[in-house]
Protein backbone atom coordinates (compact mmCIF):
# COMPACT_ATOMS: atom_id res chain seq x y z
CA UNK A 1 0.00 0.00 0.00
CA UNK A 2 1.47 3.58 -0.62
CA UNK A 3 2.40 5.38 2.10
CA UNK A 4 3.49 9.12 3.19
CA UNK A 5 6.79 8.96 3.97
CA UNK A 6 8.84 11.52 6.40
CA UNK A 7 12.50 12.52 6.27
CA UNK A 8 14.46 12.96 8.98
CA UNK A 9 12.66 10.61 11.93
CA UNK A 10 14.20 12.76 14.14
CA UNK A 11 15.77 16.04 13.80
CA UNK A 12 17.61 17.93 16.46
CA UNK A 13 18.67 22.07 15.63
CA UNK A 14 20.07 24.27 18.26
CA UNK A 15 17.61 27.39 18.72
CA UNK A 16 17.85 30.28 15.79
CA UNK A 17 18.72 27.39 13.48
CA UNK A 18 16.71 26.71 10.32
CA UNK A 19 15.40 23.74 9.68
CA UNK A 20 13.77 21.76 7.11
CA UNK A 21 11.41 18.74 7.08
CA UNK A 22 10.64 16.43 4.23
CA UNK A 23 7.89 14.27 2.88
CA UNK A 24 7.10 12.87 -0.20
CA UNK A 25 3.32 12.51 -0.61
CA UNK A 26 1.64 9.18 -2.06
CA UNK A 27 2.42 9.60 -5.87
CA UNK A 28 -1.15 10.45 -7.09
CA UNK A 29 -2.17 12.64 -4.55
CA UNK A 30 -2.94 16.29 -4.82
CA UNK A 31 -3.47 17.97 -1.72
CA UNK A 32 -0.73 18.01 1.00
CA UNK A 33 -0.90 19.07 4.62
CA UNK A 34 1.72 19.38 7.26
CA UNK A 35 0.28 18.80 11.27
CA UNK A 36 2.14 19.63 14.33
CA UNK A 37 1.99 17.27 17.70
CA UNK A 38 3.40 18.64 20.79
CA UNK A 39 4.08 15.87 23.38
CA UNK A 40 1.22 15.28 24.85
CA UNK A 41 -1.51 16.94 23.25
CA UNK A 42 -3.34 16.96 20.15
CA UNK A 43 -2.63 17.20 16.09
CA UNK A 44 -2.99 20.36 15.03
CA UNK A 45 -3.06 21.71 11.74
CA UNK A 46 -0.90 24.17 10.57
CA UNK A 47 -1.04 24.24 6.41
CA UNK A 48 -2.37 23.03 3.51
CA UNK A 49 -1.12 22.83 -0.01
CA UNK A 50 -2.63 22.26 -3.22
CA UNK A 51 -2.05 23.14 -7.05
CA UNK A 52 1.47 24.76 -6.03
CA UNK A 53 0.34 27.50 -3.52
CA UNK A 54 -1.29 27.47 0.45
CA UNK A 55 -5.00 26.86 0.61
CA UNK A 56 -5.21 27.48 4.09
CA UNK A 57 -3.06 27.63 6.96
CA UNK A 58 -3.31 28.26 10.87
CA UNK A 59 -2.49 31.28 13.14
CA UNK A 60 0.41 28.44 14.29
CA UNK A 61 1.68 29.22 10.62
CA UNK A 62 3.12 32.39 11.12
CA UNK A 63 6.17 34.19 8.91
CA UNK A 64 8.66 31.46 10.48
CA UNK A 65 6.80 29.03 8.60
CA UNK A 66 7.07 28.16 4.71
CA UNK A 67 6.03 25.20 2.87
CA UNK A 68 7.75 24.37 -0.85
CA UNK A 69 6.93 21.61 -3.76
CA UNK A 70 10.45 22.15 -5.27
CA UNK A 71 9.66 18.76 -7.58
CA UNK A 72 7.10 16.48 -8.33
CA UNK A 73 7.49 14.51 -5.77
CA UNK A 74 9.25 16.34 -2.05
CA UNK A 75 7.12 18.31 -0.09
CA UNK A 76 9.26 20.57 2.71
CA UNK A 77 8.03 22.44 5.49
CA UNK A 78 10.47 25.54 6.61
CA UNK A 79 10.99 26.63 9.74
CA UNK A 80 13.47 29.88 9.49
CA UNK A 81 14.87 30.62 13.06
CA UNK A 82 13.71 27.92 15.20
CA UNK A 83 12.27 28.31 18.85
CA UNK A 84 12.29 26.30 21.94
CA UNK A 85 8.42 26.06 21.63
CA UNK A 86 8.66 24.75 18.11
CA UNK A 87 9.97 21.41 19.71
CA UNK A 88 6.90 19.10 18.49
CA UNK A 89 6.00 15.74 16.37
CA UNK A 90 5.59 16.97 12.57
CA UNK A 91 3.37 14.94 10.43
CA UNK A 92 2.73 15.36 6.93
CA UNK A 93 -0.23 14.06 5.06
CA UNK A 94 -1.57 14.03 1.77
CA UNK A 95 -5.00 12.96 -0.56
CA UNK A 96 -5.75 12.55 -3.91
CA UNK A 97 -9.37 14.49 -3.82
CA UNK A 98 -10.50 18.02 -1.70
CA UNK A 99 -13.75 16.30 -0.09
CA UNK A 100 -14.68 13.54 2.35
CA UNK A 101 -11.38 11.62 2.14
CA UNK A 102 -9.55 10.68 4.52
CA UNK A 103 -5.60 12.30 4.60
CA UNK A 104 -2.76 9.45 4.58
CA UNK A 105 -0.27 10.48 7.02
CA UNK A 106 3.26 10.07 7.85
CA UNK A 107 5.18 8.78 10.43
CA UNK A 108 6.21 12.03 11.08
CA UNK A 109 9.67 13.92 12.13
CA UNK A 110 10.49 14.63 15.81
CA UNK A 111 12.22 17.88 16.05
CA UNK A 112 13.79 18.70 19.09
CA UNK A 113 14.82 22.67 19.80
CA UNK A 114 18.29 22.92 22.13
CA UNK B 1 -12.49 27.53 16.04
CA UNK B 2 -14.88 24.99 16.55
CA UNK B 3 -13.39 22.22 18.29
CA UNK B 4 -13.84 18.14 18.89
CA UNK B 5 -12.83 16.93 21.83
CA UNK B 6 -13.30 13.42 23.75
CA UNK B 7 -15.23 12.61 26.75
CA UNK B 8 -12.53 9.52 27.88
CA UNK B 9 -8.69 10.39 28.30
CA UNK B 10 -8.20 6.66 29.08
CA UNK B 11 -9.79 3.63 28.89
CA UNK B 12 -8.75 0.36 29.69
CA UNK B 13 -10.39 -3.17 28.67
CA UNK B 14 -10.11 -6.73 28.78
CA UNK B 15 -9.42 -8.58 25.84
CA UNK B 16 -11.39 -10.08 24.00
CA UNK B 17 -14.46 -7.18 25.13
CA UNK B 18 -16.10 -4.62 22.83
CA UNK B 19 -14.69 -1.22 23.47
CA UNK B 20 -16.28 2.06 22.88
CA UNK B 21 -14.67 5.52 22.54
CA UNK B 22 -16.86 8.49 22.28
CA UNK B 23 -16.05 12.07 20.92
CA UNK B 24 -18.35 15.28 21.07
CA UNK B 25 -18.01 17.87 17.94
CA UNK B 26 -19.56 21.56 18.70
CA UNK B 27 -19.49 22.44 14.93
CA UNK B 28 -23.24 21.84 13.31
CA UNK B 29 -21.69 22.45 10.25
CA UNK B 30 -19.26 19.22 10.19
CA UNK B 31 -20.26 17.16 7.44
CA UNK B 32 -17.15 14.32 7.51
CA UNK B 33 -15.83 12.60 10.28
CA UNK B 34 -13.14 10.40 10.53
CA UNK B 35 -11.17 8.33 13.55
CA UNK B 36 -7.72 7.65 13.31
CA UNK B 37 -5.61 5.32 15.47
CA UNK B 38 -1.99 6.25 16.74
CA UNK B 39 0.62 4.11 18.12
CA UNK B 40 3.53 4.78 19.47
CA UNK B 41 6.17 6.92 17.05
CA UNK B 42 3.79 6.44 14.00
CA UNK B 43 1.41 8.42 12.51
CA UNK B 44 -2.04 8.59 12.73
CA UNK B 45 -3.78 5.68 11.09
CA UNK B 46 -7.05 5.69 9.54
CA UNK B 47 -9.21 3.58 10.63
CA UNK B 48 -12.83 4.38 9.56
CA UNK B 49 -14.94 7.26 8.24
CA UNK B 50 -18.51 8.40 8.24
CA UNK B 51 -20.18 11.44 6.41
CA UNK B 52 -23.09 13.77 8.03
CA UNK B 53 -26.11 11.97 5.68
CA UNK B 54 -25.04 8.22 7.58
CA UNK B 55 -25.40 7.36 10.92
CA UNK B 56 -23.78 4.32 11.26
CA UNK B 57 -20.65 2.42 9.00
CA UNK B 58 -19.15 -0.74 9.74
CA UNK B 59 -15.55 -1.65 9.25
CA UNK B 60 -14.22 -4.66 9.90
CA UNK B 61 -14.43 -5.29 13.42
CA UNK B 62 -15.36 -1.42 13.96
CA UNK B 63 -18.24 0.68 13.67
CA UNK B 64 -18.66 4.38 14.18
CA UNK B 65 -22.11 5.75 15.27
CA UNK B 66 -23.16 9.37 14.19
CA UNK B 67 -25.40 11.34 16.21
CA UNK B 68 -25.90 14.84 14.94
CA UNK B 69 -28.96 15.73 17.12
CA UNK B 70 -26.45 15.41 20.17
CA UNK B 71 -23.34 16.13 18.28
CA UNK B 72 -21.61 13.01 19.11
CA UNK B 73 -19.50 10.35 17.75
CA UNK B 74 -18.49 6.84 18.63
CA UNK B 75 -16.25 4.32 17.92
CA UNK B 76 -17.01 0.11 18.84
CA UNK B 77 -14.37 -2.20 18.65
CA UNK B 78 -15.45 -5.49 18.60
CA UNK B 79 -13.72 -8.29 20.38
CA UNK B 80 -11.16 -5.64 21.30
CA UNK B 81 -7.35 -7.10 20.75
CA UNK B 82 -3.55 -6.67 22.12
CA UNK B 83 -3.34 -5.09 19.15
CA UNK B 84 -5.86 -2.14 19.23
CA UNK B 85 -3.39 -0.56 22.26
CA UNK B 86 -3.56 2.71 21.12
CA UNK B 87 -4.62 6.10 21.03
CA UNK B 88 -7.46 7.09 19.08
CA UNK B 89 -8.56 10.12 17.84
CA UNK B 90 -11.50 12.10 16.27
CA UNK B 91 -11.45 14.53 13.27
CA UNK B 92 -13.82 16.70 12.30
CA UNK B 93 -14.36 18.40 8.67
CA UNK B 94 -16.75 21.19 8.30
CA UNK B 95 -18.15 23.00 4.87
CA UNK B 96 -16.69 26.53 6.81
CA UNK B 97 -13.12 24.61 6.34
CA UNK B 98 -11.73 25.61 3.23
CA UNK B 99 -8.50 23.47 2.17
CA UNK B 100 -10.29 20.07 4.11
CA UNK B 101 -8.06 20.32 7.48
CA UNK B 102 -9.46 17.99 10.10
CA UNK B 103 -10.09 19.46 13.60
CA UNK B 104 -8.43 16.75 16.02
CA UNK B 105 -9.61 15.86 19.32
CA UNK B 106 -7.37 15.40 21.95
CA UNK B 107 -7.24 11.87 21.75
CA UNK B 108 -8.47 8.49 23.99
CA UNK B 109 -6.04 5.77 25.06
CA UNK B 110 -6.89 2.30 25.05
CA UNK B 111 -5.17 -0.20 26.85
CA UNK B 112 -6.56 -3.60 26.30
CA UNK B 113 -5.56 -5.68 29.31
CA UNK B 114 -4.38 -9.59 29.10
Known amino acids: EPEVTQTPSHQVTQMGQEVILRCVPI?????FYWYRQILGQKVEFLVSFYNNEISEKSEIFDDQFSVERPDGSNFTLKIRSTKLEDSAMYFC????????????FGDGTRLSIL | GESVGLHLPTLSVQEGDNSIINCAYSNSASDYFIWYKQESGKGPQFIIDIRSNMDKRQGQRVTVLLNKTVKHLSLQIAATQPGDSAVYFCADHSTDNYGQNFVFGPGTRLSVLP
Open chain 1, 27 to 31: SNHLY
Open chain 1, 93 to 104: ASTWSFSNQPQH
